[in-house]
């Protein structure tokens, strides 16, 4: 069964980078799926970051474009997302997953644990 | 931008029938998705394509997408149902989440 792990600072100061790394284990990340980025703010509901598929072709949530960027680390069976310039607005509990299904189609089947990013000073 | 709608919260008795929707423009031409938050966990897909079901997940869940509305159904609801139920679908090269619905069973 595939397991996915988050990992990263637990606190960044605002307009600093956010940095996580999803491991994923049991499971080959050059495989033909796609991985992705979702948040939570807390008490909030879910919101799409972005996706990476098997080809390396990324794509990102409009709203967060800018400051985006997921990237793949096939040596180490890992993604990676970066968030710039952040603010208290991107305090939530982010998640990786994996993606099922071909783009008009697609599906998180497997999610990590989730782990909490706080932004403050 | 494509927004999809859910009621923020649905009630059901044990036992009965829960219906959950999701609306949004001609949403019945593109496949829906279905994933159960418990509080404190991480999201569980529960219906795919519309109406499938993973390994594991059981039967008393199921999916429908017609028109501009996608109902997840769960048929004999028990206790272990009451969790938060978001609705995904896929536009333009986007990911788009429903706001999610609380489902109590009371």
């Known amino acids: 069964q595939v397991q996915l792990q988050e990992s990263g600072p637990g606190l960044v100061r605002p307009s600093e980078t956010l940095s996580l790394t999803c491991t994923v284990s049991d499971y080959s990340i050059t495989t033909d799926y796609s991985w992705g980025w979702i948040r939570q703010p807390p008490g909030r509901g879910l919101e799409w970051i972005g996706i990476i598929y098997h080809s390396g072709s990324a794509y990102y949530n409009p709203s967060l474009k800018s400051r985006v960027t997921i990237s793949v680390d096939t040596s180490k069976n890992q993604f990676s997302l970066g968030l710039s310039s952040v603010t208290a607005a991107d305090t939530a509990v982010y998640y990786c997953?994996?993606?099922?299904?071909?783009?008009?189609?697609?599906?998180?089947?497997?999610w990590g644990q989730g782990t909490l990013v706080t932004v403050s000073s | 931008s494509y927004d999809l709608t859910q009621p923020p919260s649905v009630s059901v008795s044990p036992g009965q029938t829960a219906r959950i929707t999701c609306s949004g423009d001609k949403l019945g031409n593109e496949y829906t998705c279905w994933y159960q938050q418990k509080p404190g966990q991480s999201p569980v897909l529960v219906i795919y394509q519309d109406r499938k079901r993973p390994s594991g997940i059981p039967e008393r869940f199921s999916g429908s997408n017609s028109g501009n509305t996608a109902t997840l159904t769960i048929s004999g609801t028990q206790a272990m149902d009451e969790a938060d139920y978001y609705c995904?679908?896929?536009?333009?090269?986007?990911?788009?989440f429903g706001g999610g619905t609380k489902l109590t069973v009371l």
């Open positions: 997953a994996r993606v099922l299904g071909i783009p008009a189609e697609m599906y998180f089947d497997y």
């Open positions: 995904q679908t896929w536009d333009s090269n986007t990911v788009v």
